[in-house]
């Protein structure tokens, strides 16, 4: 499975449930990633889609709480077990996690591949993801030049998860 986020310098991903920053260039990464796969995210992260409604072109499915839930055409499911097996259909390299922090923290470890928009400033956040830097799991596989939108410097990168090079590099 991969994940596609963008991060602040302290790895801030919101603040009162809206994105800290919106950058054109990572809406289109984002869709050029997605289109065609499969997104799964939390209730509040899809209702703050473009349009209230599921992305078009992408199979949506929607975890809540919520038993009579329902968002679009989009498929709902109640809980991470119920999530799985709705994946469970999907080739695992065409599902991609888009949040929000909870769904993030649940799905990271099925994950194996990120796809981090790493914005150099510290925003005030309330809603934070993983730091993979940190984290002796992962390992940053892509950085890109530095990008700028305005006064935003930013930087596209991809992390992978250790065991999955390991396993790469044991098959070669």
């Not at 963008?6 to 809206?18: E, F, L, S, T, Y």
């Not at 889609?49 to 709480?65: A, Q």
Request: proline content about 2%; hydrophobic content about 35%; glycine content about 10%.
């Amino acid at each position: 499975m991969n994940l596609i986020v963008c991060v602040d310098a302290n790895w801030g991903i919101g603040w009162k449930d809206k994105l800290l920053v919106s950058i054109p260039r990572d809406k289109k990464l984002f869709q050029e990633h997605t289109m065609g796969k499969v997104i799964l995210g939390g209730r509040k992260t899809m209702e703050g889609l473009p349009g209230g409604t599921e992305l078009k072109g992408r199979t949506n499915i929607v975890l809540t709480g919520k038993r009579d839930y329902k968002f679009g055409k989009a498929t709902v499911v109640h809980s991470m077990e119920e999530a799985l097996k709705e994946l469970s259909g999907y080739a695992s390299e065409d599902i991609f996690i888009v949040g929000g922090g909870q769904v993030y923290r649940q799905f990271l470890p099925y994950c194996d591949v990120a796809y981090v928009t790493k914005v150099n400033y510290k925003y005030d956040a309330d809603t934070f993801f993983e730091n993979l830097d940190a984290s002796g799991d992962w390992v940053m596989t892509h950085d890109s030049e530095e990008q700028t939108y305005y006064d935003i410097e930013y930087f596209f990168t991809i992390y992978q998860r250790k065991e999955r090079l390991e396993r790469k590099d044991d098959v070669l």
